[in-house]
């Protein structure tokens, strides 16, 4: 093994490994805490195995402050995540966790960045009720969170729609593949009978063992020429290879990742790197072997370093590339040619090469709710009962009516028209490319706003680009609570991360197909100060812009910032405070 200050095994383990090897395969004493009246909360430690199992405690962040005043504990409630490849699931799968989240939850679904639903304000009262609820309707949660792989995104695609049929075949077999194989979950949630186990930890989880993964795991399934899930931000990235419209292999990229810690600067986002191409058939060896491979050289020292991204950067591409090459016991061929030309949605209605329609709607920042004169949820929740096809949930928290018939499409455009839904036609191309995560009041780890302030800042954003003529030119803006990056900021073209209430690190120049990192530009300001910056260089960018010219793109060629390619370079990059004349 080499030795490093990221892959050291010498260090003594993190307290989370002590919590995976004491768990039990994930179990813990998570039964018995859910049974307890006393506390809404469980213990600190079985929390961390209940992420595995597709949940986070969390408590409402808004009222803690009254809480502590009135002497009463946080007011915990539950985040549950569906396990769900590619994002797609049918109508009667919608009303369930449409039915759950009023029925148990806040009232709202979340669209997540990683396609799949998300519950919040589940009391721990009902949690196990609510998972079955799920299961039930043949989702799950497990491997969701938790230092696992977790679900495997692949390409909304809209168009070519065999194409689509097969690769999300792939990504949900690979996601079962990759599942962890304890029968931890279905003891707990489903009533199965826990059997006493004497098998060894090879035996129980093959590919995990009994402590899992250093840290969480991310693959993407990405078609060209879309690169609609970022796949250069997965840990594990396949680049479908297209001849003559058949698919004939991907390519794979390793080794990204959007997670840092403000201050650290041993830790950084990072982009994934392309190493090679294999067949379609061999998609699910080469992921377990690189699993295997981060599970025995991943840091299990220092969580902040753990990631299968340090790893590699850490020990270095060509190790990896001959570590990979030893364990397969063949080699991977040489990577072939594709183009990406956008990393977002399209929207509206397109006929794929099937014959159905599908509509690809905008829905800020992912939330499905009932608003002020927007009944969003009910018209969903109405389209559901009448659709025949499915729903697609997009990795920029979009979703698509997918695989309309012609003789659904008026009764489905009829209700689209009814409750006011769009396809993005009433708002301008920056929020129809903006994304947040959730941030406050339910995520622990924000420092500032994100899902309930991007919408009003883009507003203001928006006055500006009338004023430079850019209202209809695609930017990509998005906006993160934390530095751990679930919105991946760090891969716009205009990013905001928390560092407090109110106040954010600017970043700018990020790639508009996602394959280049932005620069940090300005730290801890706040709102008038953001306007203030950003304005000058809009209107400068609306006259100085060369034709077909991105925003990332321009602010790299005019000098605010530096190009970065590596996150190796991210915190050396400099901004026009030293470079631009």
């Given at each position: 093994?080499v030795k490093n200050?990221?892959?050291?095994?010498?260090?003594?383990?993190s307290?989370m490994?002590?919590?995976?090897?004491?768990g039990?395969y994930?179990?813990?004493?998570?039964?018995?805490g859910l049974?307890?009246?006393?506390?809404?909360?469980?213990?600190d430690?079985d929390?961390?195995?209940?992420?595995?199992?597709?949940?986070?405690?969390?408590d409402d962040?808004d009222l803690?402050?009254?809480r502590?005043?009135q002497?009463?504990?946080?007011?915990y409630?539950?985040?549950?995540?569906?396990?769900m490849?590619g994002?797609?699931?049918?109508?009667?799968?919608?009303?369930?966790?449409?039915?759950?989240?009023?029925?148990h939850?806040?009232?709202?679904?979340?669209?997540?960045?990683?396609?799949?639903?998300q519950l919040?304000g589940?009391?721990k009262?009902?949690l196990?009720e609510?998972m079955?609820?799920i299961?039930?309707?043949?989702?799950d949660?497990?491997?969701?969170?938790?230092d696992?792989?977790?679900?495997?995104?692949?390409?909304?695609?809209?168009?070519?729609?065999?194409?689509?049929?097969?690769v999300?075949?792939?990504?949900?077999?690979?996601?079962?593949?990759?599942?962890?194989?304890?029968?931890?979950?279905?003891?707990?949630?489903?009533?199965?009978e826990?059997?006493?186990d004497?098998?060894?930890?090879?035996?129980?989880?093959?590919m995990?063992?009994?402590?899992?993964?250093?840290r969480?795991?991310?693959?993407?399934?990405?078609?060209p020429?879309?690169?609609?899930?970022?796949?250069y931000?997965q840990?594990?990235?396949?680049i479908a290879?297209?001849?003559?419209?058949k698919?004939?292999?991907?390519?794979?990229?390793?080794?990204?990742?959007?997670?840092?810690?403000h201050?650290?600067?041993?830790?950084?986002?990072?982009?994934?790197?392309?190493?090679?191409y294999?067949?379609?058939?061999k998609?699910?060896?080469?992921?377990?072997?690189i699993?295997?491979?981060q599970?025995?050289?991943?840091?299990?020292?220092?969580?902040?370093?753990a990631?299968?991204?340090?790893?590699?950067d850490?020990?270095?591409?060509?190790?990896?590339?001959?570590?990979l090459?030893?364990?397969?016991?063949w080699?991977?061929?040489?990577?072939?040619?594709f183009?990406?030309d956008?990393?977002?949605?399209?929207y509206?209605?397109?006929?794929?090469d099937n014959?159905?329609?599908?509509l690809t709607?905008?829905?800020?920042?992912?939330?499905?709710?009932?608003?002020?004169n927007?009944a969003l949820k009910t018209g969903?929740?109405e389209?559901?009962?009448?659709?025949?096809?499915?729903?697609?949930?997009?990795?920029?928290?979009?979703?698509i009516?997918a695989?309309?018939?012609?003789?659904?499409?008026?009764?489905?455009?009829?209700?689209?028209?009814?409750?006011?839904?769009?396809?993005?036609?009433?708002?301008?191309a920056?929020?129809?490319?903006?994304?947040?995560c959730?941030?406050?009041?339910?995520?622990?780890l924000?420092m500032?706003?994100?899902e309930?302030?991007?919408?009003?800042?883009?507003?203001?954003?928006?006055?500006?680009l009338d004023?430079?003529?850019?209202?209809e030119q695609?930017?990509v803006?998005?906006?993160?609570?934390?530095?751990?990056g679930?919105?991946r900021?760090?891969?716009?073209?205009i990013?905001?991360?928390?560092k407090a209430?109110?106040?954010?690190?600017?970043y700018?120049?990020?790639g508009?197909t996602g394959?280049?990192?932005?620069?940090?530009?300005r730290e801890?300001?706040?709102?008038?100060?953001i306007?203030?910056?950003l304005?000058?260089?809009?209107?400068?960018?609306?006259?100085?812009r060369?034709?077909?010219?991105?925003f990332?793109?321009?602010v790299?060629?005019?000098?605010?910032?530096?190009?970065?390619?590596?996150?190796l370079?991210?915190?050396?990059?400099?901004?026009?405070?030293?470079v631009?004349?």
């Amino acid at each position: 093994m080499v030795k490093n200050k990221t892959t050291d095994q010498t260090n003594p383990p993190s307290d989370m490994e002590r919590i995976k090897k004491e768990g039990d395969y994930l179990r813990g004493t998570i039964k018995e805490g859910l049974e307890d009246r006393i506390t809404a909360a469980i213990s600190d430690d079985d929390n961390k195995l209940l992420k595995f199992h597709g949940s986070y405690q969390q408590d409402d962040r808004d009222l803690r402050d009254e809480r502590r005043r009135q002497k009463l504990e946080p007011a915990y409630q539950f985040m549950i995540r569906a396990r769900m490849p590619g994002g797609i699931a049918t109508p009667d799968q919608w009303l369930v966790m449409d039915d759950i989240s009023e029925k148990h939850g806040n009232g709202t679904l979340k669209l997540t960045t990683r396609q799949t639903f998300q519950l919040h304000g589940i009391l721990k009262w009902n949690l196990k009720e609510t998972m079955q609820g799920i299961n039930n309707a043949l989702l799950d949660t497990l491997a969701a969170c938790g230092d696992v792989n977790r679900n495997v995104m692949c390409n909304s695609n809209p168009f070519q729609s065999e194409i689509h049929t097969e690769v999300h075949q792939i990504a949900s077999d690979l996601s079962n593949h990759l599942t962890p194989k304890t029968r931890a979950y279905h003891e707990i949630w489903l009533d199965e009978e826990k059997v006493v186990d004497s098998r060894t930890p090879e035996e129980i989880e093959p590919m995990y063992k009994d402590l899992y993964l250093p840290r969480k795991f991310k693959i993407g399934i990405a078609v060209p020429p879309s690169n609609d899930i970022d796949v250069y931000s997965q840990d594990l990235g396949f680049i479908a290879i297209l001849e003559e419209g058949k698919l004939q292999g991907f390519n794979v990229a390793v080794g990204g990742g959007m997670g840092m810690t403000h201050g650290d600067t041993s830790t950084y986002p990072q982009v994934s790197r392309v190493i090679g191409y294999i067949p379609t058939e061999k998609i699910n060896e080469v992921s377990e072997t690189i699993i295997t491979i981060q599970r025995d050289y991943g840091n299990r020292s220092n969580r902040k370093n753990a990631r299968f991204k340090y790893t590699i950067d850490a020990n270095g591409l060509d190790w990896f590339k001959q570590e990979l090459t030893t364990r397969l016991g063949w080699e991977i061929e040489e990577a072939r040619t594709f183009e990406f030309d956008h990393n977002g949605d399209r929207y509206g209605w397109v006929k794929g090469d099937n014959g159905n329609w599908h509509l690809t709607l905008f829905i800020q920042n992912g939330r499905v709710a009932d608003f002020e004169n927007y009944a969003l949820k009910t018209g969903l929740r109405e389209i559901a009962k009448a659709h025949t096809g499915d729903f697609r949930l997009t990795a920029n928290q979009n979703l698509i009516i997918a695989n309309v018939t012609s003789r659904k499409k008026k009764e489905i455009k009829e209700l689209v028209e009814k409750y006011g839904m769009t396809a993005g036609e009433n708002h301008s191309a920056l929020r129809r490319n903006s994304m947040a995560c959730v941030a406050f009041p339910t995520c622990a780890l924000a420092m500032a706003e994100s899902e309930r302030y991007l919408p009003s800042l883009v507003d203001k954003i928006e006055v500006i680009l009338d004023e430079a003529g850019l209202n209809e030119q695609e930017i990509v803006i998005r906006m993160s609570g934390c530095p751990n990056g679930c919105s991946r900021p760090a891969l716009a073209e205009i990013a905001f991360i928390g560092k407090a209430p109110g106040k954010y690190n600017m970043y700018l120049g990020g790639g508009f197909t996602g394959d280049r990192l932005n620069s940090l530009y300005r730290e801890n300001i706040a709102e008038e100060e953001i306007l203030e910056i950003l304005r000058p260089i809009l209107i400068a960018y609306g006259k100085e812009r060369n034709v077909g010219e991105h925003f990332g793109d321009y602010v790299v060629r005019a000098g605010y910032v530096e190009e970065v390619l590596s996150g190796l370079d991210f915190h050396a990059a400099k901004t026009d405070l030293f470079v631009k004349k």
